[in-house]
Each structure stands twice: as C-alpha cells, then as structure tokens.
C-alpha cells in the first residue's frame, strides 16, 4: 500500500469517527466474573481473550535473553535486536555498515501466543507495527507481516479494522480533519464483544443480586442463526469494504449494513480469509438450517482437541456408513477433521527471516471431501503405527 500522509490515510479509511463513540468506563471480563466466574476463568485462556495486551513480561512470548534477542537479515549488517530495560521492552533496528540505528519500544502486544505475537508501539496518537514479531513454534524472532527482510522500516501504520478484531473498543479522536486513537481502550476480545454493552446489566444485577433473567444484556445464542453468523464474520469473514465508522458495530445488528458483501464464491481459508464464506459453502451447513460457528465451537472455552471437536460430526454422520470405515477402523475419528477439514498454506503470513521462508498452516472451514489429503493423511497414521 502507497505510503500517504497520516492524517489522509486515517480519513480515508476510518472514514471519520464514529457516530456514537465508545464510551468510558466500559466493564471488562473482571465485571462479570461474580456471577460467571467459571466461564471467565474459562474463556480468559482462550486465544480471543489473549489476542491482544499492554506489554508486559506477563504478556509478551518473545525472548530478550542474549543469544535469543536477534533476528539477522538477508542483508549485511541489518539486524534486529530485542532488549527489556528496566521493565520497559524495546526493539532496535540496527545498520552496523552505515552506523545508523532506529529504536522504539514495544508498547503493545497483539496475538495470543499460541502461534507467535507481532508489537505495536505509539507515535502521535497512532500505532505502528513493529519490524519484528516472535514465532511461537520455533521460537525465534520473525519478520513481522508486511515488511520486507534487510529494512530498517517502523512505518507499518495500524488502521482501525486491525483493532475492531483484536481488542474490545478504541475510542477515536478526531481533530481538524485528523483521526487519532485516544489512550481510552479495552484490550482484549472481551464479553462485551458479542454480548454488547454490560453497564447496565451490572448495575441491574448489582442492585437486584437475586434476579436470574439476563436484563440489559445480549445472549448471541438466541440470535437468530444469520445474526449468530455476523457475530463471527465481523472478523472471520475476510476483506469488506467499510460503510460505517470503525468500532460502531453492534452484535446482533446486521453486519451487512456496515461492511459491502463478501464474495463466499471467492472465499479462501486463511488467517484473514472468509472463513464463514467457506462454511456456508459447505454441504453440512446447506443441509441443516440451524448450523453455526456455535455448533462446533464454545467461544467461553480452549477447544485444541480435534478429537472433541470431531465428536460434533457424529451427532449428523455414522462412522460405519463411511465407505472406508472397515479399512480405517478406529482411527477415523481422529482423522475426521484433518480429512474433511485440512489445513492449508497461509498466503497472508509467511515465516521470514534469514535462513528460512515458508508459510504458516491455518484450518479451513470448507467442510468436504479431500481425496488427495485423506489419502495422505491416512498414509501417516499407517506410519506411525508402524514405529
């Protein structure tokens, strides 16, 4: 993307401020935790309520002990160094051939963990991506997605829709014809999230401690299934064009009337791709008019477990009118969500650093039938049976 001016290229996207602004003192996950305490504690492991954080040593995976600190480049004496100083975290680009260094502190953490983090720092009432983020699974320091290996480049401005799917709220600030983020945020993908606004709920149940009925609250399981969906394709749904301001976005509302239509004809697994498009392409949901991402999926909770989440395909499919289901035998339930559900080569994050290039895996949602990856996913377990 052509580098515009700050203040152009936040109007030009944003589109202004919002038209009802985020107010203050929203409740956090903490406001909900005494009357839902299990499903706070549950849902405060799960990779939404991790995705985003103020920078602490608490919160950030990536490594700062010497030996661990760097991520050298394709181009000689370009590197990237990571150092925590009194309790503060920085990144440093440094060129040692023309003896010029750049460095910023680590102000902001965006990602779980569980796969790899990358770093926001603020400069002017904006937030920037930093060069280097931190890959989880091999556990080294990466070229963060969108800059180029060998640059000493901190430019990677941060626009609204990044921060609708990785925190709760931002409030934006406008001023002669300049959008900025305001220091009042709720970090994190937290209840209010899918629920909406808690404030009075918690006042209500504050004031009336036995009342069981959720007053002033919304339970997105009573959403009728399209509104469940939109709950989900607020950020799983791929690139929209934006008809309303960033953050005005309500659950429950129609996500249609904020964002331009999604091409499900064009939809690719990937971590930003159009994974509901892919879903509502697929037959299982065709055939079943009360099919959502809720079916399989519990937002309150982790769910790693393929073999769980494969349990959910036995409540529609019999493992013995499977054509194979004498070859196989017990390891189809294992198989069922690799076979039916592969993952797949990302082609928005790729793992970039001096030594190495390759893509990241992500899950696809198109739920169908894989010939060629069955069959090598078959031939795997028959090795591993055989050690």
Sequence with gaps: MPRLPLGLLALTIWGGAPSHPTANARPDARSCQACHQRIVASFSRTAH???????????????????????????????????????????????????????????????????????????????????????????????????????????RLIIPRCLECHTTSFVLLEDRGRVRYSREYVLSISCEKCHGDGRAHVRYQASHPTATPGKYILNPGRFPRDRRLDNCAFCHSGDRDATKPAFSYRPGEKLDDYFGPPSDQEA????????????RRSKCFRSRP??????????????????????????????????????????????????????????????????????????????????????????????????
């Design 49 to 155: 309520f991790q995705t985003s954080a103020e920078a602490t040593a608490r919160a950030i995976r990536g490594r700062f002990s010497e030996g661990h600190n760097l991520l050298h480049t394709r181009v000689e004496g370009v590197s990237f160094k990571m150092e925590r100083r009194n309790g503060a975290f920085y990144q440093t680009g440094v060129d040692s051939l023309r003896g010029t260094s750049r460095t910023e502190s680590i102000d902001l953490v965006i990602g779980s963990g569980r796969r790899g983090q990358s770093y926001l720092y603020w400069r002017g009432g904006l937030l920037f991506e930093l060069p280097a983020s931190y890959l989880t699974a091999i556990g080294q320091w990466i070229n963060s997605p969108g800059y180029t290996d060998g640059q000493i480049d901190f430019g």
């Design 290 to 387: 009360d099919m959502s991402c809720s079916t399989c999926h519990d937002v309150h909770r982790p769910q790693r477990d393929l073999r769980a989440l494969a349990g959910k395909c036995l409540t529609c499919h019999e493992i013995s009118r499977h054509k194979m289901a004498t070859t196989i035998g017990s390891r189809m339930i294992s198989s069922c969500i690799d076979c039916h559900m592969p993952n797949q080569p990302s082609h928005a994050i790729e793992i970039n650093t001096a030594t190495t290039q390759s893509s990241l895996y992500f899950r696809s949602h198109a739920i169908g039938i894989y010939p060629e990856i069955a069959a090598t996913v078959l031939q795997l377990h028959k090795e591993q049976q055989r050690r």
């Design 268 to 279: 690719v697994p990937d971590v930003h791709g159009n994974q509901v498009g892919l879903l």
